[in-house]
């Protein structure tokens, strides 16, 4: 087999297989230091955290991760509503940084020999037909492998996506009129996750350990991370949550700041021939959900399995896998819009939209029902 992309999805998939007997080769256009300083996701479903401790690489997430039993939520000024997703559903979350994860990921495939080329640039040959092939050149010299299977798990702008022709593919999607402005900064978090809506838009405070804390705050999608010095940062986040929260938050000078834009996509199906797509090649949610690598990584425990059936002669999982990952997706997407919604400030939102928005929220704090609801969508739906 061989993997196009070396993020978490496929370093994981890579994982999986070389665990169950099947040799692969995993192709990756950055460096892994780059990889590595990239800041991204933060919330783990305990279904995730399964699928990393079955693969022997959560011994540092159970030590260093921080357990949350649930999230608040800010509005309307002064309101606060404590969403208990333990005591909803029976499962918590961990709050372990990406970085962290890769990390481990890395560290687990050196020691097992699991090959991972950097710096590679990937192109594809005849993945719809039974002898695929993918080329690679990299600072020494270059190289055709032959294969089965290609998984392409190369993210929103890799090769693999764009190889499958218009024609055998559907593509759904939805972009969201504002980005989302994020720094981390070495100050103590909060106790709990904090999404708030304000009528100045949306903030969310979150963590990365006791000493390094991330938040963002919702902003047009032309600004610029030059026009939010931290001053001006502090001062916007500050003012969107609760005050309850505010006096809490901890000040300090930022170590990182980027901007990111909300999109929804996905693309049908999530196979072509003999190339199947996983992660963020597949879809892409706003990150409001926390669903993008949760998604990435059930959609590679799916194809692992299908993968390791097929090199045993049984092709219906392989055949299947779309349909079968599709499921988790759309529940996902779906998720990760409504949140979206529920939560921002939109430019052109009318007085009609925005009460209907606030009615929503106080259904949501006067229901257990709704809670449930929520919960059991945050802390992840069964693989
Ligand atoms: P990745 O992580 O993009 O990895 C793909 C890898 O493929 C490489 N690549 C190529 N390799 C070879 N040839 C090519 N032509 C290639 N083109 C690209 C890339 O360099 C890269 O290394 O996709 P993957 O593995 O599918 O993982 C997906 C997750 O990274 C992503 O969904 C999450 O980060 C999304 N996300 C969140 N997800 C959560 O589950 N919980 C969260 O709390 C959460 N918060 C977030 C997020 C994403 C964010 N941003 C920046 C979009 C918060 C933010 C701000
Ligand atoms: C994060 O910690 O980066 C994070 C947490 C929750 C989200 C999105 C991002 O919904």
Redesign the pocket.
Known sequence: MVI???????TTLGLMLQKQGVDCLI????SRD??LS???????EWGSVEILERLGVAVRLHAEGHIHKGVSIGWAGSQVLDVDMLALTGKPMVAYG?TEIQKDLYDAADERGLPIVFE???TLHGVDSDRPSVAYETHSGSELVHCRLVAG???????SRITVPQEAKTEYEKSYPFG?M?ILSETPPLPQLLYANNERGFALC?ERNPMLSRY?VQCPLDDTVDEWPDERFWEELLARVPASAAERIVTGPSIEK?I?PLRSYVVEPMQWGNLYL????AH??P?TG???????LSDVHYLAEAMVASAGGDRSLLDGYSDRALQRVWSSVRFSWFMTMLLHRFPDQTPFEQKTQEKDLEYLASSVAAQTSMAEQYVGLPL
């Open positions: 196009i992309g070396a993020g978490p999805a496929g192709l990756e256009r950055q780059y990889v990239r800041i991204r996701a933060g919330v783990l990406q590679a640039d990937v798990c190369d993210g929103y702008h890799g090769v989302w994020g979150s963002y980027s990111a996983a992660g963020d090649a892409i949610v990150p926390a669903k993008g690598l949760n998604l990435a």
